[in-house]
């Protein structure tokens, strides 16, 4: 059981407000995105949720219990991989679960094949492609204890076809897998794709601009992604990301 | 083992070649021997007089590696505490700079009166030796831990001493390494000089008595000695780095 809900939370730093009035929440095993452009805030907002600062206002619980402002009760996969690079990837993995918890080379073990990654656990990061670094991340964040995960961007730095194949594995280790995700991107495609709900956020100060509720069956083939309804809500999505005023026509 | 001897041929030449012109001008002009002597009547001296000089060596040896071993201990404590600490780096930095700036040819003689002639005093030159690059390498190495290492942590939930043991020290590693090995020069340096000024025996004992008595070849002999002595010492310190560190260079053959 995981659910994380987000209300009335505010942050501000210099007097500037970062984040204005953010509700939204994460159901069990559900998969959540947030959408917004480059600098509307969305790292505060994983911050605040990871506990790194305590917001201005506003309350975080996960199943009930407040975790505004405590640290090490998510699991987080960051933009870039963050591997420990003295470490091996099978040590790497395990990192999550040794910080809070009990590590289990085992468990560890076998997800790295289930992962694609056999034949590397004795190897070190800087030996990995950067796919492969990602997939060991998440690895790693996947082992860790805590029933949510946050993912920042996790595949922004990647090139376009080794993110489809990433978003695809994401997708197939997840369904087996399953935990709530909290999933942040600038990429609308990438957004619909992978989630069950799609969260716009606005400009700075970042608000919840709309909520859209995914259709897409479930398992989603590569094909979903040059269907025409795919591209109607990239459009409908853009839309209200440009607009910036979430009046575009409901659809959720 | 091709690869040092294809990197150190030219190195090797260059001091070949010193000796061959060291001898061949020693000739030359006969320069007499308690003038400069020849490499030669060095390395003869070296080998004949082993029995002379061989309980100095061990002396010096003994003396070097345990006030190294006190001088990085120091080093490393020094270096832990003044970054888990901000308050104390703040009090103490400045004085662990001017501590470097105490001349030692005039601390010893002071630290002799006060302490007599026994090890003391000479650890405590050793050690004030040595110290220094390693706690200043160290701090240096466990304050640029990576910003992108850090927030993952944070973001995990690790405790400052999780933060401490899984990232930040074995990520000062490699930078205390380095504060070892120029230390491990150092500290051989340490022990000679520490000796000059009062000691039974020791290379510097060795090399004052052979001064002072004109036997410039032992002098030379002496000063061989301090200087395959460092050499030894940075190269045990770069084997075990190699063990330590080993990932910096595990694999980088198959990555390209």
């Known amino acids: ?252 | 083992m091709k690869q040092v001897v294809l990197r150190g041929w030219r190195p090797t030449l260059v001091i070949i070649l010193l000796f061959i012109l060291w001898e061949s001008a020693s000739r030359l002009f006969e320069i007499p021997e308690w003038l400069i002597p020849s490499p030669t009547q060095v390395w003869e001296e070296g080998i004949a007089g082993w029995s002379v000089y061989n309980h100095h060596l061990y002396s010096t040896i003994l003396l070097t590696v345990t006030g190294f071993l006190i001088g990085s201990s120091v080093g490393i404590i020094v270096a832990i505490l003044l970054h888990v600490i901000p308050i104390f780096r703040n009090m103490f930095y400045p004085l662990i700079i001017f501590s470097q700036n105490i001349p030692i040819i005039v601390l010893a003689p002071l630290l002799v009166i006060w302490f007599g002639f026994g090890m003391l005093p000479k650890l405590i030159i050793i050690t004030l030796v040595c110290f220094f690059p390693i706690a200043v390498s160290t701090m240096d190495g466990l304050r640029q831990t990576s910003t992108e290492l850090l927030h993952y942590t944070k973001m995990a939930g690790a405790t400052k001493r999780q933060t401490f043991w899984k990232l930040e020290w074995p990520h000062a590693l490699p930078s205390l390494f380095s504060g070892l090995k120029i230390s491990a020069t150092y500290s051989v340096m340490g022990a000679v000089i520490s000796e000059w000024l009062g000691a039974k025996e020791g290379i510097g004992v060795y090399m004052t008595l052979a001064s002072s008595s004109f036997r410039t070849d032992r002098v030379f002999v002496a000063i061989f000695l301090i200087m395959l002595l460092s050499l030894l010492f940075f190269a045990l310190i770069t084997l075990i780095e190699k063990r330590v560190v080993a990932w910096k260079t595990k694999g980088v053959e198959t990555n390209g």
């Not at chain 1, 600062?53 to 199943?63: F, K, M, N, R």
């Not at chain 1, 600038?186 to 709900?197: G, P, Q, T, Y």
């Not at chain 1, 509720?213 to 040059?226: A, K, N, Q, W």
Request: proline share 5%; with cysteine; aromatic share 8%.
């Open chain 1, 1 to 252: 059981m995981a659910e994380l809900t987000l209300q009335n939370v505010s942050k501000s730093f210099d007097n500037q407000l970062i984040l204005n009035d953010i509700n939204l929440s994460v159901g069990n095993e559900e998969f959540v995105s947030v959408l917004g452009p480059s600098g509307s805030g969305k790292s505060t907002l994983f911050n605040l949720i990871g506990g790194l600062y305590q917001p201005d206002q506003g309350e975080i619980t996960l199943d009930g219990d407040t975790i505004t402002g405590t640290r090490g009760s998510i699991s987080y996969m960051p933009q870039s991989p963050s591997l420990f690079p003295w470490r091996t990837i099978v040590d790497n993995v395990m990192l999550g679960s040794e910080i809070v918890g009990e590590p289990d080379r085992e468990a560890a073990m076998n997800m790295l094949k289930k992962a694609g990654l056999s034949g590397y656990e004795n190897a070190y990061p800087h030996q990995l492609s950067g796919g492969m670094k990602q997939r060991a991340a998440f690895v790693r964040s996947l082992l860790s204890p805590q029933p949510l995960i946050c993912l920042d961007e996790p595949f922004s730095a990647l090139d376009e076809f080794t993110r489809l194949e990433m978003q695809k594995w994401l997708l197939d280790l997840w369904s087996e897998h399953k935990r709530s995700v909290l999933f942040v991107t600038h990429n609308i495609e990438e957004a619909l794709f992978l989630s069950d709900r799609v969260i716009v956020l606005s400009e700075r100060p970042a608000t919840v601009q709309k909520e859209f509720e995914v259709p897409f069956d479930r398992p989603r083939e590569e094909t979903l992604l040059l269907s025409e309804e795919m591209l109607s809500w990239k459009r409908e999505i853009y839309q209200v990301l440009k607009r910036g005023d979430g009046s575009g026509a409901s659809r959720g």
